[in-house]
């Protein structure tokens, strides 16, 4: 498509990459680890100010308290009663602490940021707001009303905002959500997401002194490794699932019978219908402990989060934002993942849900995170378009009403 045909205003992105990087550096420069209180107000304060213009198209902006957590939601809407509405949702807490040597963000060259969160997902959420700030300035903007949901604690499992974005995906307000998780590191968007579960198996048996009457003693850790490789086994009898046993502990004094193992499992599964049987398969692996005298082997824990699954309605959204990409000169892909994101609770609760729509980057979660600046404007220029061509095309996606 001529870039002539193409609106003036989402164009004009492409050259602000140099103040898209200092933007970013600003927010990434500011620490906001899941687990520091003063620097997610502060980052939530931060955002509030920028998002402002967003809520300034008839909408509103607050700082959204949750139950349990120090931190906000910054909630924005706009165009309240416009015939469509779309969720946007992201968050602003990052893996690095108040404490981690990681704080400060470094120029690699002329396209590449290393910084805290430049990927995961400070970068999205600049993506997010420039391509708002674009497209609520074009001539058809009315036609499309949203919320944005900006949360703080996405990292540790979104516990304390999960029933907020719940709320709001089965609300139903929207006619699908927008997530701005990192693309994957070849651009690709996100297909489908696992599940995820943190279980601890926990194995009780009895204390005895370990020379004096070692027979009266129940073994807990000899027990617990009995019943961790057949846990490790059902990587081979599942498809579609993981499991990692990530940590265990145990004992006390080396003369003592130990009379407590833990084991802590991260589970995740690629189907909903995997998340029963997997652990039926775990309880009834334990059968065998739990039949000696005096043990017991008993699971714990839960999916925080239930599998991202592809729907028809989510693959008419992606060939959507897919034609639009192509207008650009981007030939996008989107591929499965392992991790989570809070677009699994959106799916899960019924709202169809694009993810990944982000820039593109790598290493996150390391001190070696980086984006690609480019994809800061490229990234915002598809979705602006992609919103313009839908306020323009009302059945631009087959299924959404």
């Excluded at 651009?187 to 009266?216: N, S, Y």
Aim: aromatic residues 6%; contains cysteine.
């Amino acid at each position: 498509m001529p870039l002539s045909s193409i609106p003036a205003l989402v164009h004009a992105l492409g050259p602000r990459v140099d103040e898209f990087r200092e933007r970013l550096i600003r927010w990434s420069d500011q620490n906001s680890g899941s687990e520091n209180a003063s620097g997610l107000i502060a980052m939530a304060e931060l955002l509030r100010r920028e998002f402002a213009t967003i809520a300034a198209h008839d909408g509103a902006i607050e700082l959204v308290q949750l139950p349990d957590h120090a931190a906000p939601v910054l909630r924005v809407t706009f165009h309240p009663n416009a015939p469509r509405r779309i969720l946007f949702s992201g968050h602003y807490d990052t893996v690095y602490g108040a404490s981690h040597a990681f704080q400060r963000c470094e120029r690699l060259g002329d396209d590449r940021l290393r910084g805290p969160g430049v990927i995961d997902m400070k970068g999205g959420l600049l993506v997010m707001l420039a391509a708002l700030e674009a497209f609520l300035q074009t001539a058809s903007a009315d036609q499309i009303g949203g919320e944005i949901l900006l949360t703080p604690d996405e990292e540790t499992g979104s516990v304390a905002s999960r029933g907020l974005l719940e709320a709001a995906a089965l609300s139903k307000t929207f006619s699908f959500a927008l997530v701005f998780e990192p693309a994957r590191e070849n651009g690709d968007l996100v297909r489908a997401r696992m599940g995820t579960g943190i279980f601890k198996a926990v194995c009780r048996g009895r204390a005895a002194h370990a020379g004096r009457a070692p027979e009266q003693g129940r073994n807990a850790i000899v027990a617990l490794a009995e019943y961790l490789p057949l846990v490790h086994a059902l990587n081979q009898e599942f498809s579609g699932v993981l499991l990692n046993i990530g940590r265990i502990s145990g004992g006390e004094a080396v003369n003592i019978v130990p009379d407590l193992a833990v084991a802590e499992i991260n589970v995740r599964i690629a189907r909903a219908t995997d998340a029963e049987r997997v652990l039926a398969r775990l309880r009834a692996l334990a059968e065998p402990i739990n039949q000696r005298e005096g043990f017991s082997l008993q699971i714990e824990g839960a999916f925080n989060r239930l599998p991202k699954e592809v729907t028809p309605v989510d693959e008419a959204i992606f060939r959507a934002w897919q034609k639009t990409a192509a207008k650009l000169g981007c030939q996008l892909g989107w591929q499965d993942v392992g991790g989570g994101s809070d677009g699994n609770l959106l799916a899960a609760a019924g709202l169809p849900t694009l993810d990944g729509l982000g820039p593109v980057g790598n290493h996150l979660h390391s001190p070696n995170e980086y984006v690609e600046l480019r994809s800061l404007a490229q990234r915002a220029q598809i979705a602006a378009l992609f919103l313009h061509d839908l306020a323009e095309n009302p059945e631009l996606i087959e299924g959404i009403s």
